[in-house]
Every structure is written in C-alpha cells, then in structure tokens.
C-alpha cells in the first residue's frame, strides 16, 4: 500500500490548511488512516485518525475543535482540515493506513495505535508570524 501526503506549508498563525492523504489499493471500507506529528525535539504523537466504516473518529486534545478529518471513499483519500492555526502545530504530518481487523482495531476512541502498516513520506506544517 503506497501512502503520499500532500498540502502542508508555511503559514500564519490563525491560518487554515488541509492535508490529503491518498492510501492506494487500501478499501476505506476496511482501512484505517491516521495522522501523526512530531516536531523537532519531541516523540511523535496521534492527532486524529478514523477507522474503518467510519465508525470511530478520534481527536488529539491539542487539536480538538480546531482540526476536522473527511474521507472520500471513491478517491481513497483522507483529508485533515486545519482550522486556526498555532505555532504549536508546527510538525512534520506523517498520514498513515491500516487494513483493520474489525473497526477500532487500530483507530480507538483513545487514540490511534502506532503499529499502522503504511507510513507516507511526511509532509512539513509550519506555522509562524
């Protein structure tokens, strides 16, 4: 499964972006997708992710009323739209895809597992004034 990341940039503090995530031959259906970050100096972190069926969607504290993700199941593609930016954001995103064993096996209510089979390249979020 190929997964490639697009979107990211340098923007304003307050400012929007929305990354896509295409994971090819993998079946929304039966897949989850996650987004993770790190910044330089720190351990990588879930920030939000949805699992098969679409049935869990989880969110990141740090992120939650400010980040929203959609899935187009035709395109295989996830997106993470980023509302309201802040230089905390600032991170390489890293999309990620799973076949999931029963929705939830990997994106849980608690957060996603870091055991996702498919990584992307990263894409680099930079948010400064």
């Known amino acids: 499964v190929r997964v490639v990341e697009s979107g990211g940039g340098l923007v304003q503090p307050g400012d929007s972006l929305r990354l896509s995530c295409a994971a090819n031959?993998?079946?929304?259906?039966?897949?989850?997708i996650a987004w993770f970050r790190q910044a330089p100096g720190k351990e990588r972190e879930g920030v939000s992710c949805?699992?098969?069926?679409?049935?869990?969607?989880y969110f990141a504290d740090s992120v939650k009323g400010r980040f929203t993700i959609s899935r187009d199941n035709d395109k295989n593609t996830l997106y993470l739209q980023m509302d309201n930016l802040k230089p905390e954001d600032t991170a390489v995103y890293y999309c990620?895809?799973?076949?999931?064993?029963?929705?939830?096996?990997?994106?849980?209510?608690?957060?996603?597992?870091?055991?996702?089979?498919?990584w992307g390249q990263g894409t680099q979020v930079t948010v400064s004034s």
């Open positions: 990620a895809a799973v076949w999931e064993d029963w929705p939830g096996s990997h994106c849980r209510t608690t957060g996603p597992l870091t055991d996702f089979g498919s």
């Open positions: 031959d993998l079946p929304s259906r039966w897949s989850a």
């Open positions: 949805i699992s098969s069926n679409n049935t869990i969607t």
